[in-house]
T-cell receptor
């Protein structure tokens, strides 16, 4: 059983559509991170959210940390083929360890 | 500035063999960690270190050993390889919430 549950597991959309990916847990985290991973490479950090209710924007990507610091969402506006990849959320515990969700594999078709 | 480097990139072992996966970082980060990534399971933390001389177990530590004699290096040792350890292994270093991953080592145990 994953400590962090990501949904959906797979998502295939057309260019220009909007989408939201969810990351849920019953545990409280000191911070939560979102990564994107390309095939054959390591994950690359997109954003870190620390404060409950925090919203961060990175161009067409909007990240939100839940008020209780147990969940988060990633919203992409007007998706482009370059957004294709594996999106991972990771929660940092208060003892410095970090747990990852299983990931959402996004495909954006031209 | 090379970031996080890992060697080898690919490795094939026979059951029972031992080997060491190398990881080095040149960013003077105190926190380093090892993960394994398996299909459908995201990244799982094996061991981590908050500084030279300090290591701790993560989520899946059995069958692996680590040591941290310097800030730069954090090798992962497989004592007696098993087919269940076939996976992609990622090393990462972190400072103030920003985590950087290496390119990974793809290990196959026959």
């Amino acid at each position: 059983t994953q400590l962090l549950e990501q949904s959906p597991q797979f998502l295939s959309i057309q260019e220009g559509e909007n989408l939201t990916v969810y990351c849920n847990s019953s545990s409280v985290f000191s911070s939560l991170q979102w990564y994107r991973q390309e095939p054959g490479e390591g994950p690359v950090l997109l954003v870190t959210v620390v404060t409950g209710g925090e919203v961060k924007k990175l161009k067409r990507l909007t990240f939100q940390f839940g008020d209780a610091r147990k969940d988060s969402s990633l919203h992409i506006t007007a998706a482009q083929p370059g957004d294709t990849g594996l999106y991972l959320c990771a929660g940092e515990g208060y003892n410095n360890d970090m747990r990852f969700g299983a990931g959402t594999r996004l495909t954006v078709k031209p | 500035n090379a970031g996080v480097t890992q060697t080898p990139k690919f490795q094939v072992l026979k059951t029972g063999q031992s080997m060491t996966l190398q990881c080095a970082q040149d960013m003077n980060h105190e926190y380093m960690s090892w993960y394994r990534q398996d299909p459908g399971m995201g990244l799982r933390l094996i061991h981590y270190s908050v500084g030279a001389g300090i290591t701790d177990q993560g989520e899946v530590p059995n069958g692996y050993n680590v040591s941290r004699s310097t800030t730069e290096d954090f090798p992962l040792r497989l004592l007696s390889a098993a087919p269940s350890q076939t996976s992609v292994y990622f090393c990462a270093s972190r400072r103030q919430g920003t985590q950087y991953f290496g390119p990974g080592t793809r290990l196959t145990v026959l």
